[in-house]
């Protein structure tokens, strides 16, 4: 009788959808308020149209519950920031969007908030900036105006808002010995009074996110999460409140929010399937509401419908109400697979979006509500292909690795490549400008044919060659004017993966990337970069980098085959890109640099699983790059991440050179290394590519001086933070010219 009535009540919910419209319509609209081609009225008017097209969306396919507050112009952590009135007082002097989109991307020479990753995903937030000189104040009724926005519209919704916990874990302390969970009890003040106006509004629910409950958690930070449910849930005067965690198993939490008084706990089970388990061994959420994320958030794969309603017919049994949901926000999909009319059908048919994924919870809902028999005659998903000359081959090569310890090839490129101490280079791409992407346009509509697209290309590659050798840069690059983007470019090239048309998904602010679909077994069928370097190289005596993509990158940065393991398929992709290696080596390029800025990104929450990923993740690399000669020089790449905790594995990689992002960190992984006896070539990024804001020689050449107590000047190397194919060339041109002439003034001073 139980499992009859909790499956007659139950509903259906997701915990977040993408902001940036079908069509990339908020990245357009900010872009050009930032341009100053909108003012802030019409840009409003763009964000309210999308938010108003998503409630409508999602309450006419049959939702029970919709969330709002989910839009953002930026971030929603950069939101909670403001929302909590926690801004540094290097932007005080700015008011409105000036200071918000200031503290995004910097302005006037005050430097924006560190960014970095959202956890495992592709998703960067900006980091908050907390100290004992925090004072939180509510500052923002951003969640209250959406929810009557969305009211006036004549629909409920459930506003979400970044957890407590959460908050304080993802901030950075402005002092080394302050604890930002000291400032819980503050912070809960401002949590506890925007309750009540939310209350006091009509609203009847409101979502905390807490994701960070998915990784490994100290007693201090357990005890912290029991006083901030005990205090929030202890309130009279608040809304029901749904404690929503994802990206894994919650492990020791659940306990915690099963003896408090909220009322709804959701969890993730597609990236936690022990979650099942551990939610017996406490012996269910009775009283409590059960939000099951069933249908995957990450990824856009079907779900296969039997064994979803099998986990969820096994979780009536665990709780007296039960919710279907997404396992996370679907932020991190693309938005609607109706309109990639150019995928094979057979891969097409396998595929959900947000939007499919959203009738897929609407329809898992109805089948425990009405009875399997709504969901007869699912369509069964084909296997993927399989390529057996691409696994023989991989268990003929073993781990690939071929080449001398380090300190043996250092000799040997220091010998063949001649470059000075605190070597100038950049990461790999210049700007896209518009008549870079209108030649990949017009050569995709057949405007123009292959020999016209080429010669673009090569004039482009003439023009960036030109500048780097004026600006003195020691190792140059091609500029990258053929990519789309680092991982797109090499998947369209790789058999195996598939590309969307407008599959695309927020990165971060108003970058958007689409990532590819990797649906079977990878090869190379001819070389994919080789014509452009190698013209680059035509063009000058200096040494010009061949650029690839990584296999852990590929993986990261694309929808991935979950029918095996990812140590599968980064060996496949590993394989294809050694041979790549091979090919460029053999045309003469010196230089070769294989970026994994997403090795950190994949790193699992939970300390236990972390060896045997970066077991593989390093394995990878290295059959990639392992059969590489000892004077042909490797470099790699990686950015937004915090690199400490896997600072050995940087060092296992056995690359030569590794450039890394630091300029928004201020440069602390140097004491990282430091600390780790570093004594690789290394790169710490010298100036932030993500800001509009040209660096100064002097702040350039403070940050050098610094580098240089802790690194060999003959392993420093001078560079960016990241690539800068979203620049424009005016401010690219004079970045780069401050970092050059302060990398002459630093070398100066080494001079006996």
């Known amino acids: 009788m139980h499992a009859m ?72 952590v950069l939101d909670t920031t403001i929302l909590l009135g926690a801004v540094p007082a290097r932007f005080w002097g700015f008011t409105g969007l000036d200071r918000y989109f200031a503290m995004a991307r910097g302005a006037d020479g005050v430097p924006p908030l560190e960014m970095t990753k959202w956890f495992d995903t592709n998703y960067h937030y900006l980091v908050p900036e907390l100290g004992p000189e925090t004072r939180f104040q509510l500052s923002f009724d951003k969640p209250l105006a959406e929810y009557r926005e969305a009211r006036a519209l004549g629909m409920e919704t459930r506003p979400v808002l970044v957890g407590p916990l959460s908050y304080l874990l993802l901030a950075k302390s402005t002092q080394p010995d302050f604890s930002t969970l000291d400032l819980l009890p503050d912070l809960l003040d401002v949590y506890a009074e925007l309750l009540e106006r939310l209350a006091g509004a009509g609203v009847t629910e409101v979502q905390f996110d807490e994701p960070a409950l998915a990784a ?14 005990h ?67 990450r990824n856009v794969w079907r779900t296969d419908i039997p064994g979803a309603l099998s986990t969820l017919v096994s979780l009536l049994g665990l709780t ?54 709504v969901v007869a005659g699912a369509r069964a998903v084909p296997a993927p292909g399989v390529n057996e000359q691409v696994r023989a081959r991989l268990a003929e090569l073993g781990d690939g690795a071929t080449r001398s310890p380090h300190a043996e090839r250092l000799a040997l490129q220091a010998s063949s490549l001649g470059l000075p101490p605190l070597a100038g280079t950049t990461i790999g791409s210049f700007p896209q400008t518009p008549e870079v992407r209108r030649a990949r346009a017009d050569l995709r509509s057949g405007a123009i044919d292959e020999a016209a ?49 407008f599959g695309w998904v927020q990165s971060y602010g108003s970058r958007c990337v689409r990532p590819p679909i990797l649906f079977g077994d990878v090869s190379r069928p001819e070389p994919m970069t080789l014509r452009w370097a190698t013209y680059a190289q035509s063009l000058t005596g200096k040494p010009v980098k061949g650029m690839l993509t990584g296999p852990v990158t590929m993986l990261a940065w694309s929808f991935v085959r979950d029918d095996q393991p990812l140590a599968a398929t980064a060996r496949q992709v590993a394989l294809a890109l050694r041979d790549e290696v091979a090919d460029l080596e053999a045309a003469g390029i010196r230089v070769i640099q294989v970026d994994e800025p997403a090795l950190r990104e994949l790193l699992p929450l939970r300390a236990a699983d972390r060896d045997a990923y970066l077991a593989w993740a390093v394995g990878a690399f290295r059959l990639a790059t392992g059969g590489a000669a000892d004077t042909t020089q490797i470099h790699t790449h990686m950015c937004y991440s915090e690199f400490g905790e896997i600072i050995g594995a940087i060092g296992d990689l056995d690359a030569d050179v590794t450039s890394v992002e630091a300029a928004r960190s201020h440069l602390e992984l140097l004491d990282d290394l430091r600390e780790a006896g570093y004594r690789r070539g290394i790169g710490p990024g010298v100036y932030d590519i993500h800001s509009p804001r040209v660096p100064t020689v002097e702040e350039v050449e403070r940050a050098l001086r610094k580098a240089v107590t802790t690194v060999d000047p003959a392993l420093l190397w001078v560079n960016p933070d990241c690539g800068l194919k979203t620049r424009g060339y005016e401010e690219v041109t004079a970045s780069l010219a401050n970092m050059m002439e302060a990398a002459r003034r630093v070398r100066a001073s080494l001079t006996p």
Not at 58 to 65: F, I, M
Not at 220 to 226: F, S
Not at 235 to 262: H, K, M, N, Q
Request: proline share 3%; hydrophobic share 40%.
């Open 5 to 76: 009535n909790a499956m007659n009540g139950v509903t259906t919910t997701i915990l977040g959808y993408p902001r940036i419209g079908p069509r990339r319509e908020l990245k357009r609209a900010t872009e050009d308020y930032w341009a100053g081609r909108i003012d802030a009225d019409r840009l409003e008017e763009t964000a309210a149209s999308l938010r108003a097209g998503v409630w409508r969306e999602l309450a006419q396919a049959g939702l029970d519950r919709v969330p709002s507050n989910t839009f953002s112009l930026y971030d929603q």
């Open 216 to 229: 490994d958690r100290s007693a201090d930070e357990l005890a912290a999460l029991r006083r901030a449910y």
């Open 231 to 297: 205090t929030l849930g202890g309130l009279t005067a608040r809304p029901r409140l749904l404690v929503a965690t994802y990206f894994g198993e919650i492990g020791e939490a659940l306990p915690i929010l099963a003896d408090s008084a909220v009322e709804s706990i959701a969890l993730d089970f597609v990236a936690g399937p022990g979650n099942l388990r551990t939610l017996a061994s406490v012996g269910g959420l009775r009283h409590k509401t059960l939000v099951a994320g069933i249908v995957d958030g």
């Open 320 to 373: 007296d109400n039960l919710v279907v949901s997404t396992s996370c926000s679907l932020l991190h999909v693309p938005i609607d697979l109706s309109l990639e009319t150019g995928l094979d059908e057979g891969l097409r048919d396998r595929l959900a979006f947000a939007k499919e994924k959203v009738a897929e919870v609407v329809l898992l809902g109805r089948a425990l509500r009405e009875g399997h028999q």
């Open 453 to 501: 697209y080429e010669k673009l290309n090569r004039g482009e590659i003439d023009r960036v060659i030109a500048l780097q050798e004026e600006l003195g840069l020691d190792v140059l690059v091609h500029g990258e004017p053929e990519r789309n983007d680092m991982v797109q470019y090499f998947a369209e090239l790789l058999d195996g993966f598939a590309a969307t048309e």
